[in-house]
Structures are given as structure tokens and as C-alpha cells.
């Protein structure tokens, strides 16, 4: 059967393929003559096919120009910035690496180098660069994973974090899957050796944590640190995690006890001023750390309290989970009750909306409409939910302020 030649209206990989090779070399080249990236990405490909040697010359061409270049990058130009490293970052990564990942990885390490040196001369006031750096972390250890088992390139990479420590704190917050235990474990040893470099602390706690390694991650806690709710609410659970109930305990109640080194989260509290604020962090770990205590009476009041004060509906999910047959229901009656009395009415509204319960909220629409005294910013969202079982609702409340 004859092969239908591609619609000349569509531009599409199969319309110009049809042109041919001699043609779309003349149509590349034109076009490259104004466009600097475009050169540089057909250089990139070309390399790329002509081998590993010299892929990493092009590679290195160009990371070399942008590390040492001084020149200011204006707002207009940060774009283009952005699209020459993501087109070095996929060359190295999707080129590069399944052929060389030891090069790959050290490129990867130049590539990620540059970032300090551009927040000097990049205006970047949104954070796109910030960003770009960020999203492009799982990459860095994707390759560092692949060249896991050459001991000198991890040891160039432990180099790299002792020269950016903060910088690389953040990228392996970033890393999501792409950092293994087993590579965390390895860089941690090439980085203890130098535990001395300022600014080093943050990036060793992380890995640590990647590392599952549990003592260590909590020996680099500071006494401040340690007085924090959302800091003993980590704790306590990593605690939880490894079976050890006790020291999860006592690592919750170290934020119970003002004192001046947790100053700052107890707001400037004396000890004998009674506890300090508590979140919704430390909370919810105390409830977790009462179940494992065999606690679980205790556990579900300190659920109910904590949906009547916030109209949680987490805590009020897991509550009603744990309560026997039947019983749930009498116990979502009561819920639902305490929502449609709640004292602000947005936030009553917002909970009963989204658990979904549409007939409790057009109730309360009905009755307490006249308490809305600002704008609700999901108004019209609400509004056309309801509208479809309780249209005077729905225009009761697009009506309101």
C-alpha cells in the first residue's frame, strides 16, 4: 500500500522528514545563523554522535565559557540562561551518561557549580534560576548513584558539597528518590573525614537522614533546635519509625520545657511561665506516640479536641476510623453538628464544602449568611456546588459580601 505523503498544512516530525536530509541541513543551518542556542544544541547532537570524547570537549566548552564569564545577565536574557543549562543538563544526562557515568557525574559537578557564581550576575528576582537548580537535583544523584561504585568520583562530589555545603543542603532536600540510602552512607564517609568545614552541618544532617542513619541525625541537633515543636515532632516520629517509644517521649517533651536556649519558639518565655506554644506538627506526632504507648483512649480524645478547635478534618477522618461499627455515624452526626456552630463562619463553611456534607452547608448558608462580613474567596466555587441540589443557597451566598 502506497504511503500518503504528509499534509503540507501541519508542521510535524513526518512533514519534515519528508523534506529530506539535504533540506533540512540547509533549514537547520539558516536558522542557526540567528539563533546562538540552537547552534549550540546542534553541536551538542553532533558531538553526541561522533562519541564519548568528544561529547565531554563540547560539554566542557561550554561549561568553562559559563563559569568564567562576567557579564551581567539582565532580566530579558535570563530566559535564554535557562535554556542553555537545561540543554547542557539533558545533553550530560540523556546523551552522556548512559555510555559514561563517571563523566557524566562530573559534569553533572561542574554543571551545578555554576549556580553561585550566576546568583552574582544573574537578575533573578523570582527565583526561576533557584528553581531551575532545584529541579534539576534528582539528575545529580541519578548520575552519582550510577557511578556509585568508582570511589574517587564520589570522592570529587564530597569535594563539591564541601565547597557549597548550603547550596548542596537544599539540592538534596530536592533529591526525592534519586538519593539512596546506600549513597548517602557512602558520601557521608568521604564527608566525615572533613566534618570541620564551616557550614558543613546541614548537608551531613540531610544525608544522614537519607542515610537512615537515626543517631547521627539527631547528635547534629543544636540545644535550640531540640526546643522546637516542629523539631520534636521530626523526632518523634523517625523515634517511632525505629520502635524506640521511650526516647520518642522525651524527645516531645523537650519542647514542653522553656528554657533559654529554645528562647526563640517560646517566645521569650521564663521556665516557670508554663509551656510554650505548640503546632499542629507536634500534635499530631503526640497522638501517634500515645497509640504506640497502647494509649489509644487518650489518643482519640486528643483527636476530638483537636477537630472541635480546628475543624481538622484529618483528625476527624482518623477518629471516626478507629471507632467501632455504627458508632462512626453517631459520631459524624455530632461532627457536623459542632461544624454548622463553629464560630467563623468561613471556616465552618470551607470544612462542610470539602468534607463534602452540601446539605449541612446549605443549612448553614440559609441561617447564618448574614454573618459574612468579608469577601469569600471561594464563593463562587461554592456557590456552583451547591447550586445544582440548592440553588437559594447558591444565590444566598453569591448574594453575600
Given amino acids: ?16 522528514a519528508s523534506l529530506g536530509a539535504d533540506r533540512l541541513g540547509d533549514l537547520l543551518m539558516q536558522a542557526a545563523d540567528g539563533d546562538a542556542l540552537l547552534k549550540r544544541r546542534l553541536r551538542l547532537v553532533l558531538a553526541a554522535e561522533a562519541g564519548v570524547e568528544p561529547l565531554t570537549a563540547e560539554l566542557d566548552k561550554r561549561l568553562t565559557a559559563l563559569a568564567v564569564g562576567r557579564v551581567r545577565v539582565s532580566w530579558r536574557k535570563r530566559p535564554d540562561l535557562l535554556r542553555d543549562l537545561d540543554m547542557l543538563r539533558r545533553a550530560v544526562i540523556e546523551d552522556l551518561a548512559p555510555a ?11 554543571w551545578f557549580d555554576l549556580f553561585r557564581g550566576l546568583t552574582l550576575r544573574v537578575k533573578d528576582p523570582r527565583g526561576d534560576m533557584t528553581a531551575a537548580f532545584e529541579a534539576a537535583a534528582p539528575d545529580l544523584w541519578t548520575a552519582a548513584q550510577a557511578a556509585l561504585s568508582d570511589p574517587a568520583a564520589i570522592g570529587r562530589l564530597a569535594a563539591a558539597i564541601e565547597r557549597h555545603p548550603l547550596d548542596y543542603a537544599r539540592w538534596i532536600g530536592a533529591a526525592g528518590e534519586a538519593l539512596t540510602p546506600a549513597l548517602a552512607r557512602t558520601l557521608l564517609a568521604a564527608l566525615q573525614a572533613n566534618s570541620g568545614v564551616r557550614g558543613l552541618r546541614p548537608a551531613i544532617r540531610r544525608l544522614a537522614d537519607r542515610a537512615e542513619d537515626l543517631d547521627l541525625w539527631l547528635s547534629l541537633a543544636t540545644p535550640d533546635e531540640k526546643g522546637a515543636p516542629d523539631f520534636a515532632a521530626a523526632a518523634a516520629r523517625r523515634l517511632l519509625t525505629a520502635g524506640r517509644v521511650i526516647e520518642a517521649r522525651q524527645a516531645l517533651e523537650a519542647a514542653l520545657k522553656p528554657t533559654a536556649a529554645n528562647r526563640r519558639f ?35 480524645d486528643l483527636r476530638w479536641a483537636m477537630f472541635e478547635r480546628d475543624l481538622s478534618a484529618p483528625a476527624l477522618r482518623t477518629y471516626l476510623s478507629r471507632l467501632p461499627d455504627f458508632d462512626d455515624v453517631e459520631a459524624l452526626d455530632r461532627a457536623l453538628a459542632h461544624a454548622a456552630a463553629y464560630a467563623d463562619f468561613e471556616a465552618a463553611l470551607g470544612f462542610l464544602m470539602d468534607w463534602p456534607a452540601h446539605r449541612e452547608a446549605a443549612a448553614l448558608v440559609e441561617r447564618r449568611v448574614r454573618e459574612v462580613r468579608s469577601p469569600l474567596a471561594m464563593k463562587s466555587d461554592w456557590a456552583a456546588r451547591l447550586a445544582q441540589k440548592y440553588p437559594e443557597a447558591a444565590e444566598r451566598l453569591l448574594a453575600a459580601f
Fill in 266 to 300: 517560646t517566645f521569650g518565655r521564663s521556665p516557670s511561665a508554663g509551656p510554650p506554644p505548640l503546632t499542629l506538627a507536634w500534635e499530631a506526632a503526640s497522638i501517634d506516640l500515645l497509640e504506640a504507648e497502647g494509649r489509644k483512649g487518650e489518643a482519640q
Fill in 100 to 110: 559514561a557515568p563517571v563523566a557524566a557525574l562530573d559534569r553533572m559537578i561542574d
Fill in 1 to 16: 500500500m502506497a504511503r500518503r505523503p504528509a499534509s503540507p498544512k501541519r508542521l510535524s516530525a513526518a512533514s519534515l
